[in-house]
Antibody, heavy 123, light 112 residues
Framework: QVQLVQSGAEVKKPGSSVKVSCKAS????????ISWVRQAPGQGLEWMGR????????NYAQKFQGRVTITADKSTSTAYMELSSLRSEDTAVYYC????????????????WGQGTLVTVSS | QSALTQPASVSGSPGQSITISCTGT?????????VSWYQQHPGKAPKLMIY???NRPSGVSNRFSGSKSGNTASLTISGLQAEDEADYYC????????????FGTGTKVTVL
């Protein structure tokens, strides 16, 4: 089964950008979709968007549209999530999570998850 | 699109059964059999416990079961054990134009 390993914690200034990586191993990268989910301190989970690497298609939650970019590098089996115009409310743990990609089917679960990356936005 | 509604907390004694509800709308929980449940221990990543309403992934204890009626999905934990103490989140596919998946508000399960 695929395993996901994320990049390390980041501290950013308000107004800057952050790019978090998620490297997959143990599976065929193109057989999966990668979603990004964030969790603010003491809060619940929030879906931000996903990418289908084999198609190069990304979908975003409207809340983050224009601020988030999700990409994938098939050559290194790595997905990226870049969030711009950071504000204090973006302080959270950001998770990547995979799901099997099955054409013409809806796969609605996330398994497995990366270990999470803490992004702290502070002046 | 609002988060799915879960009770903030549920508790039970070891050996008992508890049920966590997850209420949405006909655009998400009620409209599709695409509800999943996740267990999250403090400081850890979520773990998939149930997918497509009632299916258990390999390796998940059969003490965990899922169901759905109308716009409300439920997760039942039978034979409650100390290690079940964690936060639980439901999730559903949604036909909303603003996002693809929506999570629940989360439920803290306490083993008394």
């Amino acid at each position: 089964q695929v395993q996901l390993v994320q990049s390390g914690a980041e501290v950013k200034k308000p107004g800057s950008s952050v790019k978090v990586s998620c490297k997959a191993s143990g599976g065929t990268f193109s057989s999966y979709t990668i979603s990004w989910v964030r969790q603010a301190p003491g809060q619940g989970l929030e879906w931000m968007g996903r990418i289908i690497p084999i198609l190069g298609i990304a979908n975003y939650a409207q809340k983050f549209q224009g601020r988030v970019t999700i990409t994938a590098d098939k050559s290194t089996s790595t997905a990226y999530m870049e969030l711009s115009s950071l504000r204090s409310e973006d302080t959270a743990v950001y998770y990547c999570a995979s799901a099997p990609f099955v054409e013409m089917a809806t796969i609605s679960w996330f398994d497995p998850w990366g270990q999470g990356t803490l992004v702290t936005v502070s002046s | 699109q609002s988060a799915l509604t879960q009770p903030a907390s549920v508790s039970g004694s070891p050996g008992q059964s508890i049920t966590i509800s997850c209420t949405g709308t006909s655009s998400d929980v009620g409209g599709y059999n695409y509800v999943s449940w996740y267990q999250q221990h403090p400081g850890k990543a979520p773990k998939l416990m149930i997918y497509d309403v009632s299916n258990r992934p390999s390796g998940v204890s059969n003490r965990f079961s899922g169901s759905k009626s109308g716009n409300t999905a439920s997760l039942t934990i039978s034979g409650l054990q100390a290690e079940d103490e964690a936060d639980y989140y439901c999730s559903s596919y949604t036909s909303s134009s603003t996002l693809l998946y929506v999570f629940g508000t989360g439920t803290k399960v306490t083993v008394l």
